[in-house]
């Protein structure tokens, strides 16, 4: 979560801040503002940057233009906070924005005790966080060999099939025990994600395979370490026996079953990015909707889509989702041809999770229902 020091010290891209340093100097032009800007806005909790972004501006992904609108108040901004005033100037047709009484964050006395607490821990994040944090643990692209290397729960108490939350489990590594296993040594993994089977995710259209998408089902605690424990010695031979290493099950999804695996619990990272446009062209289309048998996605939906890091796709990027255009017949053409009308904008996308070839975004303002197979473009 973007709390105070996370927020503090994420990065702004050279290019976020060229960009903000070019409007700092120029300012907006008015017909760039949102149609009904406020002249004075005091940031609440529960704002996001994407949402004061659309108070101001046509295009909320054009928040480093936002920003640097008064880049000599917001230094970096993800430190933007509650209390706050946002003050909003047109002077030669454009607009800047500053921040007033100098954009300090407010200080709160709390009682009754006499003491002071700035809300340097209070920063706004970039979207509402309860609609991702829980996709930065579940949603996961894997190599299928790679989860089939993963350790695996082996048994569970009293011979039970199914797991649910308190239940103690037991697993076993890939590797071996001799490999280090399961273990509770320092800088060792206690917190596991349980997945099951990896998921082909293919092309809608040629059925091409572009990754595996694992099936999160809850969370293990490893409790005991996994260790071979020695029988004493046959036939001039140490008689050795394996002891699976012990977890409890901390959540579930959905039951946890005998051979399902464990991936570490990776670190759910922050939402403290600046919205953008890729710097790169982007021509892709949505594979899945999150969610088993789902193939359509609605406002605060997460979907899957075919880009990823090696197509230039980054955290933060939006990207304008397209509604297919309607096929029919030309009743003007004689020869009576078939046409497909070109794709309408249906809203816009932020993606929030990205690996190799593909990516997880978040759906917003839209105007009617994503499905699989709609296309995307830069915004």
């Not at 509650?82 to 924005?97: C, E, I, N, S, W």
């Not at 025990?177 to 998921?199: K, M, T």
């Amino acid at each position: 979560m973007p709390g105070g020091a996370r927020a503090q010290t994420y990065p702004v891209s050279n290019k976020q801040r060229d960009i903000a340093q070019r409007v700092s100097s120029a300012g907006i032009p008015l017909d760039e503002l949102a149609p009904d800007a406020p002249a004075r806005y005091t940031i609440q909790r529960g704002d996001t940057l994407w949402a004061i972004s659309r108070l101001y501006l046509r295009s909320p992904w054009r928040w480093p233009e936002l920003w640097g609108m008064n880049l000599n108040d917001i230094r970096n901004p993800h430190r933007i906070y509650p209390g706050q005033v946002l003050v909003l100037g047109t002077a030669d047709g454009k607009a800047r924005l500053g921040f007033e009484s100098g954009g300090e964050p407010p200080t709160v006395k709390v009682s009754p005790r006499n003491r002071y607490e700035a809300l340097g821990d209070a920063a706004i994040p970039t979207l509402p966080l309860h609609l991702i944090e829980p996709f930065l643990v579940e949603a996961q692209i894997v190599r299928e060999e790679d989860l089939l290397k993963a350790p695996r729960i082996v048994a569970a108490q009293e011979g039970r099939v199914l797991l649910s939350r308190g239940d103690r489990a037991y697993a076993r590594s890939n590797h071996g025990v001799a490999d280090g296993g399961l273990s509770l040594d320092a800088g060792e993994p206690r917190q596991f994600r349980v997945f099951r089977n990896a998921i082909p995710v293919k092309d809608p259209v040629t059925k091409a395979l572009l990754g595996f998408e694992a099936q999160y089902v809850g969370k293990a605690k490893l409790i005991r370490a996994e260790k071979l424990r020695e029988l004493g010695v046959k036939d001039g031979k140490q008689q050795l026996e394996i002891e699976p290493a012990t977890l409890d099950i901390v959540s579930t999804k959905e039951e946890i079953r005998v051979g399902d695996r464990l991936l570490p619990l990776a670190d759910r990272g922050h939402m403290a990015f600046v919205p953008r446009g890729p710097s790169e062209a982007m021509n892709g289309q949505i594979v899945s909707v999150y969610g088993n048998a789902v193939r359509f996605a609605g406002q605060n939906q997460v979907v899957l889509i075919d880009r990823g890091t090696e197509h230039g796709l980054e955290v933060g990027h939006v990207l304008q989702i397209l509604k297919d255009g309607r096929a029919m017949m030309d009743k003007t053409d004689s020869a009576q041809v078939m046409i497909r009308l070109p794709g309408e904008r249906n809203g816009v996308m932020v993606v929030f999770r990205v690996f190799d070839a593909l990516a997880y975004a978040l759906v917003l303002d839209i105007t009617d229902g994503v499905k699989v197979g709609d296309r995307f473009i830069n915004p």
